[in-house]
T-cell receptor
Framework: DGGITQSPKYLFRKEGQNVTLSCEQNLNHDAMYWYRQDPGQGLRLIYYSQIVNDFQKGDIAEGYSVSREKKESFPLTVTSAQKNPTAFYLC???????????????FGPGTRLTVL | RKEVEQDPGPFNVPEGATVAFNCTYSNSASQSFFWYRQDCRKEPKLLMSVYSSGNEDGRFTAQLNRASQYISLLIRDSKLSDSATYLCVVRSILTGGGNKLTFGTGTQLKVEL
């Protein structure tokens, strides 16, 4: 089955530790995205990647890092510099990266990160 | 002002009722508009796109007013299974290509017996 997988589903981290969230897709999508969702707020874009070996900062990139070494994979590292990392993290992907036509963003099931 | 604003609700309605959600957006250059549905503790999923002329998909009708920068979603004959949070989403073009989705905070719907 085609889709997006994220792991782990739940993650607990101690303050001061870096942690990496996995996102894999087998949809052959060019673009991938990371969002975080907090209670009472909409999804906010952290980073996005339009093509392999390229990525751009979103609206709230501080304290996060990403890599895009393979088309299928877009891992997100939450570093100790992120002041309030507890959130629901969602990865998404889409077919095309530009132009005027819309291509739906498909979301993975998300990772709930809790900092203890 | 938030880029995309929605009434958070909750909207508590009886089964079979008609309910309408509204959304306003601030970026007049926004290209495309959507409604996503998000069930509790799950990922958002596309419900429907919103076209300038208005569009319908079964019990769901979406409308767009570009002049007022206003989007709506109407649900007729609501079902228990419609209970979810409905996210208003606006797409804009990113510098250098690619598209960005800006999400509203969502409107919570609870359909009751």
């Amino acid at each position: 089955d085609g889709g997006i997988t994220q792991s782990p589903k739940y993650l607990f981290r101690k303050e001061g530790q870096n942690v990496t969230l996995s996102c894999e897709q087998n949809l052959n999508h060019d673009a991938m995205y990371w969002y975080r969702q907090d209670p009472g707020q909409g999804l906010r874009l952290i980073y996005y990647s339009q093509i392999v070996n390229d990525f751009q900062k979103g609206d709230i990139a501080e304290g996060y890092s990403v890599s895009r070494e393979k088309k299928e994979s877009f891992p997100l590292t939450v570093t100790s510099a992120q002041k309030n990392p507890t959130a629901f993290y969602l990865c998404a992907s889409s077919v095309n990266t530009g132009g005027l036509s819309y291509n739906e963003q498909f979301f993975g099931p998300g990772t709930r990160l809790t900092v203890l | 002002r938030k880029e995309v604003e929605q009434d958070p609700g909750p909207f508590n309605v009886p089964e079979g009722a008609t309910v309408a959600f509204n959304c306003t957006y601030s970026n007049s250059a926004s290209q495309s508009f959507f409604w996503y549905r998000q069930d509790c503790r799950k990922e958002p999923k596309l419900l429907m796109s919103v076209y300038s002329s208005g569009n319908e998909d079964g019990r769901f009708t979406a409308q767009l007013n570009r002049a007022s920068q206003y989007i709506s979603l109407l649900i007729r004959d609501s079902k228990l299974s419609d209970s979810a949070t409905y996210l208003c989403v606006v797409r804009s073009i990113l510098t250098g290509g690619g598209n960005k989705l800006t999400f509203g905070t969502g409107t919570q719907l609870k359909v009751e017996l």
